[in-house]
């Protein structure tokens, strides 16, 4: 059984730091691209960034782009490092994996096949 469970979230003031994780397992994702996005209340989730697992490579949106940053921290976890956070970025964040081994990162949610359950960021002014 595929899971994607996230962790890290919490309150922080705007311009602080917060580390999201999210730990795969129940498949390889040594070929996937692991996504991140969020949803902020009222508003249509959004691509955060992704990295593609095998090749490292990352895209982020231009929103969070020089504040975010996605690695692999081992075999089967990826984090999302969130520095200089706003208030705009308080959402619940989401951890996704694109199972196709293309390596290629879409933005669009319809391409990943895996999600975790959620983390909520919360960004006081």
């Known amino acids: 059984q595929v899971q994607l469970v996230e962790s890290g979230g919490g309150l922080v003031q705007a311009g602080g730091s917060l580390r999201l994780s999210c730990a795969a397992s129940?498949?390889?994702?040594?070929?996937?691209?692991m996504g991140w996005f969020r949803q902020a209340p009222g508003k249509e989730r959004e691509f955060v960034g992704a990295?593609?697992?095998?090749?490292?490579?990352t895209s982020y949106a231009d929103s969070v782009k020089g504040r975010f940053t996605i690695s692999r921290d081992n075999a089967n976890t990826v984090a999302l490092q969130m520095t200089s956070l706003k208030p705009e970025d308080t959402a619940v964040y989401y951890c996704?994996?694109?199972?196709?081994?293309?390596?290629?990162?879409?933005?669009?949610?319809?391409?990943?096949?895996?999600w975790g359950q959620g983390t909520q960021v919360t960004v006081s002014s």
């Open positions: 996704a994996a694109d199972i196709s081994t293309t390596g290629i990162i879409y933005g669009l949610s319809s391409y990943y096949d895996y």
């Open positions: 129940g498949r390889t994702f040594s070929r996937a691209v």
């Open positions: 990295i593609s697992w095998s090749f490292g490579r």
